[in-house]
């Protein structure tokens, strides 16, 4: 089973997959080029930052996890981090670090070398995957809060509450913070100081990631309805 988000890179598609593998498959004839064994199955998305691709925070059975970098060319491992529980957030790359979620926090990674560089955290598990903009970063957590946290330090900037896990994705544009709940709502927030600007209900919970385009939010929810 593939629930992982395809990234394409260099005339390939990199998918996890359930298998406990990622596959790299040439875009025009759709064969394999290579595949690395992660000892657990994946759902979140690979990213790929020059020529290194990030992938993995899936579960194992001792209730450990892994993050990958894997030569984006062959497939080599370059390094791997070994953290605590389970989490399908998806790592993001930005200024020589990797921000991904944990089981109960968020890490920051040196990109090259897989060192720890700090890390955050939260009451819950980190299933959102994490916007980095202007040096902060943005994320969900299931313990129902959102946070802004310095991308340099890892220190709180502010968080704001809702009334159920956040495992959505945050985007932000125009000064504004976009994100789902389980709470039924898509909320947009003041993305300097954490205060809300509005609320909107759905019929169901919000889980997916919202996108921005001239002005419109578009964003999914699980009433089998997408909203603009």
């Known amino acids: 089973t593939v629930h992982s988000s395809p990234t394409l890179a260099i005339g390939m598609a990199i998918v996890g997959s359930s298998d406990q593998n990622i596959y790299a498959v040439d875009l025009k004839t759709g064969a394999?080029?290579?595949?690395?064994?992660?000892?657990?199955?994946?759902?979140?998305?690979?990213?790929?930052?020059?020529?290194?691709?990030?992938?993995?925070?899936?579960?194992?059975?001792?209730?450990?996890?892994k993050l990958y970098a894997l030569d984006v060319v062959t497939g080599a491992k370059q390094w791997e981090?070994?953290?605590?529980?389970?989490?399908?957030?998806?790592?993001?790359?930005?200024?020589?670090?990797?921000?991904?979620?944990?089981?109960?926090?968020l890490y920051a990674l040196d990109a090259k070398k897989g060192t720890k560089l700090w890390?955050?955290?939260?009451?819950?598990?980190?299933?959102?995957?994490?916007s980095v903009v202007d040096g902060v970063v943005y994320v969900g957590s299931n313990d129902y809060n959102v946070y802004a946290l310095d991308a340099e330090t890892g220190a709180k900037k502010w968080n704001f509450s809702t009334g159920g896990e956040v495992s959505s994705s945050p985007t932000v544009s125009g000064g504004s913070l976009y994100i789902g709940s389980f709470d039924r709502k898509l909320y947009a927030v003041n993305s300097q100081t954490g205060a809300k600007l509005w609320e909107f209900r759905t019929d169901g919970p919000v889980l997916s990631s919202p996108s921005v385009s001239n002005g419109v939010v578009f964003v999914a929810s699980n009433d089998h309805k997408m909203y603009a």
């Open 32 to 65: 394999k080029v290579w595949e690395f064994a992660l000892d657990m199955g994946i759902s979140s998305a690979p990213t790929v930052s020059g020529n290194t691709v990030y992938v993995g925070m899936g579960g194992t059975s001792n209730f450990t996890s």
């Open 81 to 105: 981090f070994v953290a605590d529980g389970i989490s399908i957030s998806s790592p993001t790359v930005v200024n020589g670090k990797v921000y991904v979620g944990g089981f109960n926090n």
């Open 119 to 130: 890390e955050f955290g939260t009451g819950a598990g980190v299933d959102s995957s994490p």
